[in-house]
């Protein structure tokens, strides 16, 4: 079954630090584009970053710019979002997509998300 699973969502405290896992199962991520996703309550889903296949173009929201960073372990068929400088207003559901080689074409494959919290 082909699928995507995110992992490393949790409570932290704001200027703390989360690294979230998008791993993925029943196909390879070699020729896929992986972005995420992110949904904060009684708000609609929005952008948060995304990495090409191939070549590797980068795309960030400009809200989280130099605190996050996206990156892809082929081997071990995962993506990974690193976020530092965490603030209250990330709080929400954290998504990773899956679509065929380019940022624009994501929607193939979704996981079921992971909650992040930023609160003192």
């Known amino acids: 079954q082909e699928q995507l699973e995110e992992s490393g969502g949790g409570l932290v405290q704001p200027g703390g630090s989360l690294r979230l896992s998008c791993a993925a199962s029943?196909?390879?991520?070699?020729?896929?584009?992986i972005g995420w996703f992110r949904q904060a309550p009684g708000k609609a889903r929005e952008g948060v970053s995304c990495?090409?296949?191939?070549?590797?173009?980068?795309w960030y929201a400009d809200s989280v710019k130099g605190r996050f960073t996206i990156s892809r372990d082929n081997a071990k068929n995962t993506a990974f979002l690193q976020m530092n400088s965490l603030k209250v207003e990330d709080t929400g559901v954290y998504y990773c997509?899956?679509?065929?080689?380019?940022?624009?074409?994501?929607?193939?494959?979704w996981g079921q998300g992971t909650q992040v919290t930023v609160s003192s």
């Open positions: 997509a899956a679509g065929r080689y380019y940022c624009s074409g994501l929607g193939d494959y």
């Open positions: 990495i090409a296949s191939g070549n590797g173009v980068i």
């Open positions: 029943g196909f390879t991520l070699d020729n896929y584009a």
